[in-house]
């Protein structure tokens, strides 16, 4: 079974500069995440899509993060403009339903250096 | 405060030790889970527990409810293992622990 697939896995770019991520989820999985996670930090949830719509963007700096699942099937993460500070690894998941409980999937992040 | 707290944050062990990690949940959670991340790798979920134990060959988890607490055991611990274990509760959506940083020493 093909996993959660993201690219790229590497990105360095300057502060300022626009940046975009791709996450395939596993086929049929409708529920996609976005987490951010800083060195030595646990995972923070960004956006939780079910199909093409936004369960939970609570977390999500608006003001210059951006994410979008059109079809309902992978997504695109976008920083404009990126800062220092989201130097992070972002994780996209996706998640199935194992009787009544919810298996995570995850990809294998992207790292994000923001110079 | 987070709705899951793990511990210890750092564990050094020698090969073949019997390793425990530790993770307290607060209410509102329905289900744990216990995911593995290598140096530079992706995350991998090992276990996902609502009552009981489980078993995976040298790892184990297991849950008390009536206490929010969870823990995950590795019998025989080898190098392969050193990771970061993390520990996540199910509720509106997942709340993930600060994780466990395991080295295992030859």
């Known amino acids: 079974e093909a996993g959660v697939a993201q690219s790229p896995r590497y990105k360095i770019i300057e502060k300022r500069q626009s940046v975009a991520f791709w996450c395939n989820p596993i086929?049929?999985?409708?529920?996609l995440y976005w987490y951010q996670q800083i060195l030595g930090q646990g995972p923070k949830l960004l956006i939780q899509f079910q199909n093409n719509g936004v369960v939970d963007d609570s977390q999500l700096p608006k003001d210059r993060f951006s994410a979008e699942r059109l079809k309902g099937v992978d997504s695109t993460l976008k920083i404009q403009p990126a800062k220092l500070e989201d130097s992070a690894v972002y994780l996209c998941?996706?998640?199935?339903?194992?009787?009544?409980?919810?298996?995570?999937?995850f990809g294998s992040g992207t790292q994000l250096s923001v110079l | 405060k987070n709705e899951v707290e793990q511990s210890p944050q750092n564990l050094t062990a020698q090969e073949g030790e019997f390793i425990t990690i530790n993770c307290s949940y607060s209410v509102g959670i329905s289900a744990l889970h216990w995911l593995q991340q290598h140096p530079g790798g992706g995350i991998v979920s090992l276990f996902m527990?609502?009552?009981g134990k489980k078993k995976h060959g040298r790892l184990i988890a297991t849950i008390n409810i009536q206490e929010k607490h969870s823990s995950l055991h590795i019998t025989a611990s080898h190098p392969r293992d050193s990771a970061v274990y993390i520990c996540a509760g199910t509720g509106n959506q997942f709340y993930f622990g600060t994780g466990t940083s395991l080295t295992v020493i030859p």
């Open positions: 527990l609502s009552s």
């Open positions: 086929s049929g999985h409708a529920t």
């Open positions: 998941a996706s998640s199935a339903l194992e009787g009544t409980n919810e298996k995570l999937f």
